[in-house]
């Protein structure tokens, strides 16, 4: 399979992932490779051969570190890298460590997903909330078509009240307060990435304590990185029993439409970030409200 700066961004990829690791050892930080990444390690030791992403999960509290860390210790000292989300107009619910050197789709930095990873009290009630919260979250940012939610409150506070400019943005501050508060490691309590399974094809379970700890080490490119104790039970909630069969050939494509050196400065591609998250902020301000009035229009 041929893609223009795949090895490129792969070889950009695993250097970003290696200072993380080393800052995360040094600073006592808990992190695992998850998801792809996982299951790259698993399958062959190192990257799916298309992929062009790697992803590191935290804690909530070890997030926090690591993304002071990351600003004191890291961006200052590689110009090229910077704190993806520090370039938004407004607050984001996670974190990605960028190299600007290299350009997705001609507009976005290459990246990696530094996700939280919420510590959730292991009953009815909470595990429901986490999921409306997250179910609304996804409506209002249209990674889902329909709202399912059970706590009503939730959508007569924050997409039936309030003035409908930056709408979205305000309950995303919201949800990341929320999720702040969910930082405790606790062996009774299950745990769940910050956006659940909106990004999945297929519903993902919350993980117990001992899927994920404690930590092991794995092989990835020649690398160690650490990653959930059973790899097993975390790659088939992910990807099914048969997560160690490739999927079909048509499949096998990069995340990325394409993938050039970056020709703009890195104070431009700051700017470019910023100009690009405020036009999505302010569509989203014009085209939520006929999503609510339909809502509305289903509870009358």
């Not at 938004?88 to 997705?104: G, K, Q």
């Not at 490739?246 to 703009?264: Q, T, V």
């Not at 690009?276 to 509870?299: E, N, W």
Request: contains cysteine; positive net charge; proline residues 5%.
């Amino acid at each position: 399979m041929e893609f223009k700066n795949l090895k490129e961004t792969q070889s950009a990829l695993l250097e970003m992932a290696k200072i993380i690791d080393q800052k995360c050892r040094e600073h006592n930080i808990t992190y695992w490779i998850c998801t792809g990444t996982v299951l790259g390690a698993v399958r062959n030791k190192g990257f799916i051969q298309w992929d062009d992403d790697l992803d590191m999960c935290f804690p909530v509290a070890d997030h926090r570190k690591l993304v002071k860390v990351l600003r004191e210790e890291v961006v200052t000292k590689y110009p090229h890298y910077i704190l993806y989300n520090d370039n938004r107009p407004f607050p984001h619910y996670s974190e990605y460590l960028a190299d600007t050197r290299i350009m997705s789709n001609r507009l976005y930095p290459i990246k990696i997903d530094l996700v939280k990873v919420k510590s959730i009290p292991n009953t009815t009630e909470a595990i429901q909330n986490d999921i409306d919260r997250v179910n609304l979250l996804a409506y209002i940012f249209d990674q889902k078509k329909e709202l399912k939610i059970q706590n009503q409150d939730l959508v007569q506070k924050h997409l039936f009240k309030g003035s409908f400019l930056f709408k979205r943005e305000r309950y995303l501050k919201n949800f990341i307060e929320y999720v702040e508060g969910l930082d405790s490691i606790d062996k009774t309590h299950v745990y769940e990435n910050i956006y659940n399974d909106i990004f999945f094809s297929r519903a993902v379970k919350p993980y117990q304590y001992e899927d994920l700890f404690p930590l092991q080490e794995l092989e990835f490119e020649g690398y160690k990185f650490f990653a959930p104790r059973d790899t097993t039970t975390y790659l088939s909630n992910l990807y099914g029993k048969n997560f160690i069969t490739p999927p079909p050939e048509k499949m096998r494509k990069p995340y990325s439409k394409s993938l050039d050196n970056n020709k703009l400065s890195v104070f431009l591609t700051r700017k470019l970030i910023w100009t690009l998250y405020m036009l999505k902020a302010i569509k989203g301000s014009f085209t939520l409200p006929a999503k609510i009035k339909r809502l509305k229009q289903k509870s009358i």
